[in-house]
């Protein structure tokens, strides 16, 4: 039961940061139609931010937090304007071979400066555990909990209410008639970016917060379990992504937790299973919208 | 019957086979005579499967148009199940490794037939994802198939003694693999898959069969990164998990995409220039996958940019003009 209840909180941790992963991938890929291969390499790039900070010049923790998330923001905006925004209306082939190149950039470049070595933080938020009858639980587990909860609630008010959300949902749905409405696509498009990259570094701090550690392919491991989740959940899908994320955190627990020893090298692999049986049997996901083709 | 000799020494396939040859012939005397250093002649048949690598991905990503993203699962199957027949067989090496050929061929053939079958519906992006997934599921799936080595590898495979009948058997490959592929291309079958490159839908509305045609470039795509697979894992000696990563079919794509997509000459210079580049840039090795991320940002955005576009247009006009009014001089 102990064991039961503590790899249940295990997944539901893991799950929470896919699903705040997820959906930076959902939002962008709804909005600008591609895949953002780099979009895991931007939460490596953040908790990199949260070691400089912290490890090399001892900032306080919640200046350290700010940073990485503005890091991550401006990451994301750089990116999408210097490489994907020349390939705007190019054969879908060519963005994601950028996108994997990015990926790729981002990853080498911080193979560069910070060597392959795995890097530990210095007790990033270490919140100790409170007591619940016989059972610990993590503080830090609620955080994540919390934040993932909050983020998810916000940015469906923000995409429903606001008058930059609907212009996201109308670019989403037809970039032309969007423009022909008056609505600034390459700017929507940017903001997208901005806000996915943002919550890429809350992401970051999560993760660094659970995991204390980060080397260079940190990000692009936890980048494509986290597509996986997006796609689990359904493309496009604000709460697809939250439960596409939450199912896969907790059947990785549940398989690290309860597999046999000899079997444990396939966990890594149950994630690519799922999503290949996922997009063979149902292409839109849980809750995603399906397609039509028109000629 | 002059006329006749000229047109026998003029044709495609007398030029191609005696460059192959002659080419076999510098390579295997520069290796004979010692010239080559030995990292240069293990470099000679890593080119080898390289090529035969990025050529069967140029089939899927050139040729086809879809973007796959897991080519190292057909590659590692190929490998894996091709050096199993030969480490546990008892036959003299030169059935081992046309054995471990055909037997590492037809395995990943079948993945790549099954695989494909099960991803009719999909395109692009998703494709893409789908594929690099299965990649790496293979990969894990590999490490508890009982007599593969689990993550320590499958160690053991033989391997040719001398060098010049290393490279000699792996430049075989490649040459039948490079004819292989051109008939395909030029052939009716490979004029159907590039229609539905250009326009799945016209290609349908003419009578192509998108669903048989596509299968059938992954599944020949895949018998040909499964040879690959053999001939790297008779030139390693051993094979780990490790070796089929994601970052191999990264490298593939590279390749393809350096040598523009859709070319068979092409893919040929690119990988060869690729799987040398860390000996030309000795010392440069930090910076070489630093230099594949912009190479392949910097195509695509070479590609995508109008001027250039213009400009390639103008180049491509002017060669054109040049190769045709050299080919009338010769006729005559």
């Not at chain 1, 596409?244 to 020893?261: D, H, K, R, Y």
């Not at chain 2, 993945?111 to 594929?131: E, H, N, P, Q």
């Not at chain 2, 293979?138 to 590898?153: F, M, N």
């Not at chain 2, 998990?241 to 068979?264: K, Q, R």
């Amino acid at each position: 039961m102990q064991m039961l209840i503590s790899t249940l909180i295990d997944g539901l941790n893991l799950g929470s940061v896919y699903a705040l992963v997820a959906l930076g991938y959902s939002m962008v890929y709804g909005i600008a139609k591609m895949l953002n291969f780099a979009h895991g390499d931007v939460i490596m790039v953040g908790i990199y931010s949260i070691f400089v900070c912290l490890n090399m010049n001892s900032l306080p923790v919640p200046v350290t937090m700010l940073i990485c998330v503005a890091v991550c923001a401006v990451l994301g905006f750089t990116v999408e304007k210097l490489a994907y925004k020349p390939l705007r209306g190019s054969p879908s082939l060519s963005v994601l071979i950028t996108a994997i190149g990015v990926s790729y950039l981002l990853q080498n470049l911080a193979l560069l400066f910070f060597k392959s070595e795995r890097r530990f933080l210095q007790n990033f938020l270490q919140l100790g555990s409170i007591q619940i009858g016989s059972f610990e639980l993590p503080v830090i587990s609620l955080v994540i909990w919390g934040t993932t909860l909050v983020i998810m609630i916000v940015l469906n008010l923000l995409i429903k209410y606001t008058s930059m959300g609907r212009a996201m949902l109308a670019v989403s749905e037809d970039k032309g008639a969007a423009q022909l409405m008056g609505v600034n696509v390459n700017r929507t498009i940017s903001i997208t970016f901005v806000i996915g990259s943002a919550l890429a570094g809350v992401a970051a701090i999560l993760y660094a917060a659970k995991y204390q550690n980060v080397d260079p392919y940190t990000g692009s491991v936890f980048g494509i379990k986290a597509f996986a989740a997006a796609v689990f959940g359904g493309i496009g899908s604000i709460p697809g992504a939250m439960i596409g994320g939450l199912s896969l955190g907790l059947i990785e627990a549940l398989t690290i937790g309860f597999l046999p020893e000899s079997l444990s090298a396939v966990s890594d692999g149950i994630a690519y299973a799922l999503l290949v049986l996922m997009l063979i049997l149902k292409p839109s996901g849980l809750l995603g919208k399906k397609k039509v083709e028109k000629v | 019957m002059k006329s006749n000799l000229r047109k026998i020494f003029a044709s495609r396939v007398f030029i191609g086979g005696a460059a192959a040859i002659a080419i076999w012939g510098v390579l295997a005397l520069l290796i004979a005579a010692g010239i080559f250093s030995r990292s240069m002649q293990s470099l000679l048949i890593q080119i080898c499967y390289y090529v035969t690598l990025a050529l069967s991905l140029d089939l899927v990503v050139g040729y086809l148009g879809d973007l796959s993203l897991g080519h190292a699962a057909f590659y590692a199957v190929g490998a894996y199940s091709g050096c199993a027949f030969a480490v546990y067989t008892n036959l003299p090496l030169a059935l081992k490794f046309i054995g471990g050929l055909l037997v590492g061929g037809i395995c990943a053939a079948i993945v790549g037939f099954l695989i494909s079958c099960a991803i009719l519906k999909l395109r692009g992006d998703y494709l893409a994802i789908v594929t690099l997934a299965f990649g790496e599921f293979v990969r894990s799936i590999v490490k508890i198939i009982p007599g593969l080595g689990g993550t320590k590898g499958l160690l053991g495979i033989p391997s040719f003694d001398s060098r010049v009948v290393g490279f000699t058997a792996s430049y075989i490959v490649l040459v039948l693999v490079i004819v292989a592929i051109y008939n395909f291309t030029h052939s009716r079958h490979g004029r159907t898959v590039t229609a539905i490159r250009d326009n799945a839908i016209a290609a349908e509305s003419v009578g192509i069969n998108i669903k048989r045609t596509k299968v059938l470039v992954f599944t020949i795509s895949a018998f040909i990164a499964g040879l690959a697979g053999v001939v790297s894992g008779f030139y390693k000696t051993s094979i780990t998990p490790g070796d089929f990563d994601y970052n191999v079919s990264i490298e593939a794509l590279v390749m393809v995409v350096l040598g523009g997509m859709g070319s068979i000459r092409g893919t040929v210079i690119a990988s060869a220039i690729i799987v040398l580049l860390p000996e030309l840039l000795r010392g440069m090795d930090e910076y070489r996958m630093l230099i594949y991320a912009i190479v392949l940002i910097a195509m695509m955005m070479i590609k995508a940019s109008p001027k250039c576009r213009a400009l390639k247009e103008k180049l491509d006009g002017k060669i054109n003009g040049f190769r045709s009014r050299f080919t009338r001089k010769r006729a005559k």
